[in-house]
């Protein structure tokens, strides 16, 4: 069967600055902690070694147009841009973005880009990061800044990526900087990351800039075990804490009232001002990206809560194992394709169907050399998942679903985080060594899939 996307259907990846650039002027919490506590990134690689974006950005692009790329997403460092997070603008950094999305747009690529990818400026984090309105403020002046230096030639912008993870990671789950678990903190930081990110779209509003601007979210949604009700409610209260927490603010301008009752009755609610539900609605997008990895599958909770321990998310439901789930046994992530029809089914009938696209979905695999045919990686698997995906996509949009585009994650393998170079995503190979790209099988699938607008399955 034939597989075809409407017209002018954006085909492209993502990436983010961190994750690719290197040569970094500016630090961030990533090269503090990296500094103090290597052996939590694996094999000890740090966020200098990337793929080296900074100087290779020319000829990356026109791998990008090999691929057949209408559109890319990356990021701005909000650090190299201004190191301190509040002063004096970097002008190599202006140069250096302003080439990379000059040379995107007379390729024919549009460029989509991020104000936030987990990148918090050192010296912001030094003074509290999220937890302090200061540092909303400076956010704030920061992306005035870029939409003023770059708001001409950049028509789609997204003021975060996936911002639940630097709360998951960051003050609930030990994954990223600064490494607290405490519930309340968690729930100042998502709460000032939403003020941020409605201060970012005042001023876009107010600047009267010719583009849109919208959020990049990981949605996973919340399968219950059962339709037994305690099964629904666990299912629910992961849906509001994960999914909610910041879908309802950016697409109805404010927050779900059960989840506003549910904290207020543990008495884990952030300090609120009186104005601020006036912020909160005003940050209202034109344009979600939707980050599509894994659904959350739970159950409710069998043991009593140790009341000793910390509040978390999981007083309310457990983490359920479906037999038979189909497993990335590398990412520990369940691969469950229709999981990307059901978001866009959600937000076409409770949302009222806001303009959206896949901004990220991808397979992150290890030891991928082993795939290596005459010198190019065959990742079938990876053609597979990307085809089982768009197959729910195209079955989202001919149901009516407003989405308009499927980037991947991602372009050129790159630095992911803790686990570094462990899992590879990229159309194309990196060769750490060399520095040498070679695109994979996947990455010409994808190219016949753009050029076309459409592919073939079974
Ligand atoms: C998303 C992030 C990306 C990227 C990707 C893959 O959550 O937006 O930055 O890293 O996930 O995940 P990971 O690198 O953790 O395997």
């Not at 701005?76 to 990379?100: C, H, K, M, T």
Request: net charge negative; hydrophobic share 35%.
């Amino acid at each position: 069967m034939k597989y075809a996307f409407p017209d002018n259907f954006w085909w492209g990846s993502a990436s983010s600055a961190l994750q690719t650039e290197g040569a970094r002027e500016g630090e961030t919490t990533w090269d503090d902690w990296f500094a103090r506590e290597p052996n939590r990134f694996h094999n000890g690689v740090g966020p200098q070694q990337t793929s080296t974006f900074y100087q290779h950005w020319k000829t990356d692009i026109q791998l990008l147009k090999q691929l057949n790329h209408n559109s890319f997403r990356t990021s701005i460092s909000w650090a190299r841009l201004i190191p301190d997070g509040i002063g004096e603008v970097n002008p190599d950094a202006v140069d250096f973005y302003n080439q990379v999305i000059d040379e995107l747009n007379e390729q024919g690529i549009t460029p989509f880009i991020t104000l936030f990818h987990f990148d918090m400026p050192m010296a912001m984090q030094e003074i509290g990061g999220w937890e302090n309105r200061d540092v909303v403020d400076a956010y704030a002046r920061y992306a005035q800044i870029c939409f003023e230096l770059f708001g001409d030639r950049v028509l789609h912008w997204f003021t975060f990526n996936e911002p639940i993870v630097p709360v998951e990671g960051g003050y609930l789950y030990d994954f990223h900087y600064p490494n607290v678990v405490d519930f309340r903190r968690a729930a100042t930081v998502a709460y000032h990351t939403v003020l941020a990110h409605a201060k970012a779209v005042q001023a876009y509003r107010a600047g009267h800039y010719a583009g849109e601007i919208g959020i990049v979210l990981n949605l996973t949604p919340s399968y219950p075990r059962s339709q037994n009700p305690a099964d629904v409610k666990a299912a629910h209260v992961a849906d509001l804490m994960f999914n909610r927490s910041f879908l309802d603010p950016v697409l109805r301008g404010e927050y779900p009232a059960d989840q506003v009752a549910l904290l207020k009755s543990y008495d884990q609610l952030p300090a609120c001002k009186p104005e601020d539900g006036f912020l909160i609605a005003e940050g209202k997008i034109d344009l979600l990206g939707i980050n599509y990895y894994q659904p959350r599958r739970v159950k409710c909770r069998d043991s009593a809560v140790n009341p000793q321990a910390p509040f978390m998310p999981e007083w309310f439901f457990d983490s359920y194992e479906m037999p038979g789930r189909k497993m990335n046994p590398y990412r520990g992530w369940e691969i469950y394709a229709p999981g990307i029809y059901d978001i866009l089914i959600n937000l076409r009938d409770n949302y009222g169907n806001p303009r959206c696209f896949i901004s990220e979905n991808g397979m992150g695999v290890e030891n991928e050399q082993r795939f290596i045919e005459n010198g190019q990686i065959n990742d079938q698997y990876r053609i597979e998942f990307i085809s089982e995906h768009l197959t729910w996509l195209h079955k989202g949009i001919s149901e009516g679903c407003n989405c308009l585009g499927y980037h991947m994650w991602t372009f050129i393998d790159n630095w992911s985080w803790c686990n570094a170079y462990k899992n590879r995503y990229g159309f194309i190979q990196l060769d750490l060594e060399t520095q040498q790209r070679t695109i994979k099988k996947s990455g010409e699938w994808f190219a016949a899939t753009a050029l076309n607008n459409s592919f073939e399955k079974e």
